[in-house]
């Protein structure tokens, strides 16, 4: 990891730090669950950003923070389900909970090819939701069009996510290889964070 791998990820931190704190000030004005959602997601991409930054890339294969990492989309996609269509947060959160679960059971029981399956099939729901549900709500009138800075980050996240799928699977998606995967990988997680706080913070009315 180079030193502007870490200026990246520390950036990262920082725009999830000011997250946290934007949701932190909503839930005192607008209490609701998807405050709690986001909240959660931001603070372990800041955790996951500072081991990142600590133990280096070798830290992605940890199965805990490969787990606890699925927290970051699935956050993400249950807070705009409670917020924007709350009666299907239940079974929505249920859904994300057993992706969560299974991909867990994979990881740790060694179950490769099941985690093939496991971890595209559930983050792909999640990534698909925080990008068509954005895009949704504009178009309902319901926020402005800079939240669809929300369906970018989620595309972003998506598209390195995807990538290290295929890598943990042992095969390379068109031309992330893995040394391209790592070096886009920082870049890309600090204009995710970005992408995020333009979204939620100008975008929602």
Avoid at 95 to 109: E, H, K, P
Avoid at 170 to 180: A, D, R
């Amino acid at each position: 990891m180079t030193i502007l791998d870490k200026l990246f990820l520390l950036l990262t931190g920082l725009t999830a730090i000011y997250l946290i704190v934007h949701f932190f000030k909503e839930q005192k004005q607008k209490k609701g669950s998807y405050n709690f959602y986001y909240i959660i997601s931001f603070l372990v991409l800041l955790v996951a950003g500072l081991l990142l930054i600590i133990f280096g890339w070798s830290a992605l294969k940890d199965n805990f923070v490969a787990v606890v990492a699925g927290l970051i989309p699935f956050g993400i996609a249950n807070g705009l389900i409670a917020k924007y269509y709350p009666k299907h947060e239940k079974w929505f959160m249920g859904l994300m909970l057993v992706g969560l679960v299974s991909i867990a059971i994979t990881r740790y029981a060694g179950m490769v090819t099941a985690g093939k399956i496991v971890y595209p099939v559930f983050h792909a729901i999640a990534g698909l939701t925080i990008f068509f549900v954005p895009i949704c709500v504009v178009k309902s009138k319901n926020a402005k069009t800079s939240f669809l800075f929300v369906t970018l980050g989620g595309t972003l996240i998506g598209l390195g996510g995807i990538a290290l799928a295929f890598l943990s699977a042992g095969k390379q998606l068109l031309f992330f290889s893995p040394s391209f995967v790592l070096t886009i990988l920082a870049p890309l997680l600090f204009l995710m964070a970005l992408s995020y706080a333009v979204g939620f913070t100008k975008g929602e009315k």
